[in-house]
């Protein structure tokens, strides 16, 4: 069974400071993982994906991900934070790729600071 | 402008009673999804469909029935037998199986009283 673990359910941080949102997930198959960003009361917006290929992907909006096998993890980062990027983050594994079920992750809240 | 509705954004109702929550995407999309969000428990599966007239039961099915006779429409029914229902109930959809993101509509707050 796969699952998809996020320690920090909260990450408070000041503006123009970088930040890292820990994910981690198990999985005896290969894997696709996906970050989502949540604002209040909306619903999830993709927000970088790793299907196969370069290990680190980004997002048009200056976060990163670096897909790391042997250590099960696919942390985002973001060097240097805006206030506009407060919202709630969600990692997510798809194991199945006879369908596009995901597994989310519990999300971890950034809350940013000026 | 191609994506995924919700409505209504909230509802409400008293307990005993079932509910109907609508989703409807214009992506052309096969695959089309519902989740539960509870605070601090993630997204949590309800069920799922990848084709019209064809769905499967996810993680927490119980209490709620589905339908796709559209490609376009999956709605879900909250029923009577659901013991907790008050929650942020999000529909999504997907182009077909693989490798593809799945799209999420805006949500609908269901509270039941």
């Known amino acids: 069974a796969q699952s998809v673990t996020q320690l920090d359910s909260q990450v408070p941080v000041f503006e123009e400071a970088p930040v890292e949102l820990r994910c981690n997930y198990s999985s005896s198959v290969s894997v696709y993982l996906f970050w989502y960003v949540q604002y209040p009361n909306q619903g999830l917006q993709l927000l970088l994906k790793?299907?196969?290929?370069?290990?680190l992907v980004e997002s048009i909006n200056g976060f990163e991900a670096e897909f790391n096998k042997s250590q099960t993890s696919f942390h985002l980062r973001k060097p240097s934070v805006h206030i506009s990027d407060t919202a709630e983050y969600f990692c997510a594994v798809s194991g199945d790729h006879n369908t596009d079920k995901l597994i989310f992750g519990t999300g971890t809240r950034l809350q940013v600071f000026p | 402008d191609g994506g995924i509705t919700q409505s209504p954004k909230y509802l409400f109702r008293k307990e005993g009673q079932n509910v109907t929550l609508s989703c409807e995407q214009n992506l052309n999309h096969d695959a089309m999804y519902w989740y539960r969000q509870d605070p601090g428990q993630g997204l949590r599966l309800i069920y799922y469909?990848?084709?019209?007239?064809?769905?499967q039961k996810g993680d927490i099915a119980e209490g709620y029935s589905v339908s796709r006779e559209k490609k376009e429409s999956f709605p879900l029914t909250v029923t009577s037998a659901q013991k907790n229902p008050t929650a942020f109930y999000l529909c999504a959809s997907s182009i077909s199986t693989g490798s593809d993101e799945q799209y999420f509509g805006p949500g609908t707050r269901l509270t039941v009283t």
């Open positions: 790793y299907l196969s290929g370069s290990t």
């Open positions: 469909s990848q084709i019209v007239n064809d769905f």
